[in-house]
T-cell receptor
Framework: ETGVTQTPRHLVMGMTNKKSLKCEQHLGHNAMYWYKQSAKKPLELMFVYSLEERVENNSVPSRFSPECPNSSHLFLHLHTLQPEDSALYLC????????????FGPGTRLTVT | AQTVTQSQPEMSVQEAETVTLSCTYDTSENNYYLFWYKQPPSRQMILVIRQEAYKQQNATENRFSVNFQKAAKSFSLKISDSQLGDTAMYFCAFMSAYTGTASKLTFGTGTRLQVTL
C-alpha cells in the first residue's frame, strides 16, 4: 500500500464501547497528526506526534487517547464517547514536524450512538 | 490566533469554464504559508497548491492558480478549464513559518465545488 492508510473506514459504536482507529503511513515520514472533521466546521487538529513523541495536544478530552508506537503507525483509542464525537477522523503525516506539506489518509467515519 | 474564512459554502461551474474560490485570513505574522487542499467525495485530502508569503509571484500548478494579496490578506484559487474530476470540497489553510514545536495547519470551513456538464 502507498501513502497514508486508515482502518476502519467506517465505525459505529455505542457510548460505552471501547474502540481504536488505526493509521499507517508508507512515506518514511517522522511526524503524524490526528484531525477531527465535523460538518460545516473547520478541521480541528487534535494531536501531533514527532518521532513517536507527542508534541501537541489541542485540549482534547481524555476519552480520546492517542498512541504512536513507531513513526509509521498512529492509533486513536476511543472510550465512553459522546454523540457529538461523531465525525470524520483524519490522519496525516509529514516529513518532519516542521514540514509544511501534510499527506492525509482517507479518514474513518465515526458514528456514536 | 490565526483564522481562515471561506465565505462561499457551495459553488457550481460548468465544465471547461473558470471558477474562483475565495479565502481570507487573519494573522499578525509576516512569514507564513497558504494552501489549497482538495477533498473529493472519496475523502482523501490532497494538496492542490501552496504559496509562500514572502513570494510576490502568484503560485501556479497547471490549471490551478492563486491570487495572493498579502496586504488584503486574501488568497483566492482560480480553476481554469474546469473538469468533472474537480468536483470536491476545497479547503483553504494557513501555516505559520514560526512553527514552534510542530507545523500546524489552520483550515477554513471549505467550499463545495460542483462541476456540471
Amino acid at each position: 500500500e502507498t501513502g497514508v492508510t486508515q482502518t476502519p473506514r467506517h465505525l459505529v459504536m455505542g457510548m460505552t464501547n471501547k474502540k481504536s482507529l488505526k493509521c499507517e503511513q508508507h512515506l518514511g515520514h517522522n511526524a503524524m497528526y490526528w484531525y477531527k472533521q465535523s460538518a460545516k466546521k473547520p478541521l480541528e487538529l487534535m494531536f501531533v506526534y514527532s518521532l513517536e513523541e507527542r508534541v501537541e495536544n489541542n485540549s482534547v478530552p481524555s476519552r480520546f487517547s492517542p498512541e504512536c508506537p513507531n513513526s509509521s503507525h498512529l492509533f486513536l483509542h476511543l472510550h465512553t464517547l459522546q454523540p457529538e464525537d461523531s465525525a470524520l477522523y483524519l490522519c496525516a503525516s509529514s516529513q518532519d514536524r516542521l514540514a509544511y506539506e501534510q499527506y492525509f489518509g482517507p479518514g474513518t467515519r465515526l458514528t456514536v450512538t | 490566533a490565526q483564522t481562515v474564512t471561506q465565505s462561499q459554502p457551495e459553488m457550481s461551474v460548468q465544465e471547461a469554464e473558470t471558477v474562483t474560490l475565495s479565502c481570507t485570513y487573519d494573522t499578525s505574522e509576516n512569514n507564513y504559508y497558504l494552501f489549497w487542499y482538495k477533498q473529493p467525495p472519496s475523502r482523501q485530502m490532497i494538496l492542490v497548491i501552496r504559496q509562500e508569503a514572502y513570494k510576490q509571484q502568484n503560485a501556479t500548478e497547471n490549471r490551478f492558480s492563486v491570487n495572493f494579496q498579502k496586504a488584503a490578506k486574501s488568497f483566492s484559487l482560480k480553476i481554469s478549464d474546469s473538469q468533472l474530476g474537480d468536483t470536491a470540497m476545497y479547503f483553504c489553510a494557513f501555516m505559520s513559518a514560526y512553527t514552534g514545536t510542530a507545523s500546524k495547519l489552520t483550515f477554513g470551513t471549505g467550499t463545495r465545488l460542483q462541476v456540471t456538464l
